[in-house]
């Protein structure tokens, strides 16, 4: 019986070469397990939006890959769709590292790498977890399509395969939350949210001289006018946690305003010409997203007229029921492997998740092993728990048997 954890130190070596590296070897992975492999090129722009969308500032750029594995089941079975994706972080930051980022080290239990745990083990996961249901039994009865498609920065690889006819009664996105509990958490809600960036633009007073102090009740300040739109969107936010309910959240809407840039710092006597604020609102599943930009529309025309709203991205929420044939499924998975029952952790906000389901109508769960200090976080020594890995690779296993059917 092979080594996962040797599969995945081979992956995070793979990334001195880039993404396309680390591709290769999942493909030459998939081969030898007997399956087709595709690769497919396509352009994150040019992927059809639905019920989401992203200026091309947001927007990955260039044209990029994924890796398609399919091993056609003895039929009869239900198909399934495992994916992960093999981009990370731009690698910057190593004179920080404790460990060689590219060897792969264990540790006190943890193995660290650059990407390791975002999204290395995932991908490692899903290759691995089909290995070991080979090696356990017969073919399934159902397709098990192995995706590496990339996703960071809106790089819509899932979705570019969706598009391009990717289908399957169910799918599992291999990715760990850093949320410390490893596989006893699984996803199957995330909210969605909408990105925004204000430009409030300012007037300064009718004056040559360098203080605006004694001149600032004839100008318009931008602060004023942030100040205003930031509380009335407050107040939004308010009345729509007031009136929006789901049984897995305390609060059902949110507001975060995470960024206000108005003058400069140590300058205390001088009109802004201009200033900005940056922020998100949470969405519910199943709510209208058009809808909610209205409103925040006509509040922020309200507050400031002069103001300038530009929606930077938007992504719509998603979940799948406990009581669906998927949940239970992956639910009786984890339980066989750990011996403890998982619960959904519903504070995930635009999981991948929802690509499967709102693009295609395929409901989707996702797991991942524990997993911690994560690049994309500002942290070093990324890492995954290499014996709730070897769980996960048992629990995609299990998974494989109870969905598409095993002997």
């Known amino acids: 019986m092979s080594d996962p954890v040797a599969f995945l130190k081979t992956l995070i070596a793979a990334q001195r070469g880039g993404e396309s590296a680390v591709q290769h070897l999942v493909a030459e992975a998939a081969r030898g397990l007997g399956c087709a492999v595709e690769t497919?090129?396509?352009?994150?722009?040019?992927?059809?939006?639905?019920?989401?969308?992203?200026t091309h500032r947001a927007m990955a750029e260039g044209e990029r890959e994924s890796v398609v594995a399919t091993l056609k089941g003895r039929g009869g079975g239900r198909s399934l769709i495992f994916f992960a994706h093999p981009d990370g972080e731009p690698v910057n930051g190593l004179d920080r590292w404790v460990y060689d980022p590219f060897a792969g080290t264990v540790a006190n239990g943890r193995l660290h790498g650059w990407g390791a745990a975002d999204d290395l083990c995932g991908v490692a996961m899903m290759v691995e977890g089909l290995r070991l249901a080979l090696e356990q039994s017969a073919r399934p009865a159902g397709d098990v399509i192995l995706a590496s498609t990339p996703s960071k920065r809106h790089a819509r690889g899932v979705s570019a395969l969706l598009h391009g006819g990717l289908k399957a009664d169910a799918a599992v996105y291999c990715h760990p939350a850093e949320s410390g509990v490893g596989l006893r958490e699984i996803k199957a809600f995330c909210l969605g949210q909408l990105e925004f960036r204000l430009t409030v633009p300012g007037r300064l007073p009718d004056t040559s001289e360098i203080s605006h102090i004694a001149f600032a009740h004839q100008a318009d300040n931008p602060v004023d006018a942030l100040m205003t739109i930031v509380g009335r969107l407050r107040a939004l936010a308010e009345q729509r946690a007031m009136t929006l309910r789901h049984p897995l959240l305390e609060r059902s809407a949110n507001l975060l305003v995470s960024h206000i840039g108005i003058g400069h710092a140590g300058v205390h006597n001088r009109v802004a010409p201009e200033g900005i604020a940056e922020g998100s609102l949470s969405l519910l599943p199943g709510e209208d997203m058009a809808m909610v930009q209205r409103l925040v529309e006509k509040t922020v025309r309200a507050a400031a007229p002069q103001a300038r709203l530009e929606w930077v991205s938007g992504i719509s929420g998603a979940e799948v029921p406990l009581d669906s044939p998927l949940y239970r499924t992956v639910s009786v998975a984890i339980v066989a492997i750990t011996g403890q029952s998982p619960h959904v952790n519903p504070l995930h906000t635009a999981s991948d998740i929802r690509n499967p389901?709102?693009?295609?109508?395929?409901?989707?769960?996702?797991?991942?092993?524990?997993?911690?200090?994560?690049?994309?976080?500002?942290?070093?020594?990324?890492?995954?728990?290499?014996?709730?890995?070897?769980?996960?690779?048992?629990?995609?296993?299990?998974?494989?048997?109870?969905?598409c059917g095993g002997n």
């Open 40 to 54: 497919v090129r396509y352009r994150p722009a040019e992927v059809p939006m639905v019920g989401e969308f992203a």
């Open 357 to 403: 389901i709102v693009q295609a109508g395929i409901p989707t769960v996702g797991l991942g092993p524990l997993a911690g200090d994560l690049a994309q976080n500002g942290l070093h020594d990324e890492w995954v728990d290499v014996e709730d890995y070897r769980r996960a690779v048992e629990v995609a296993a299990a998974i494989i048997d109870g969905w």
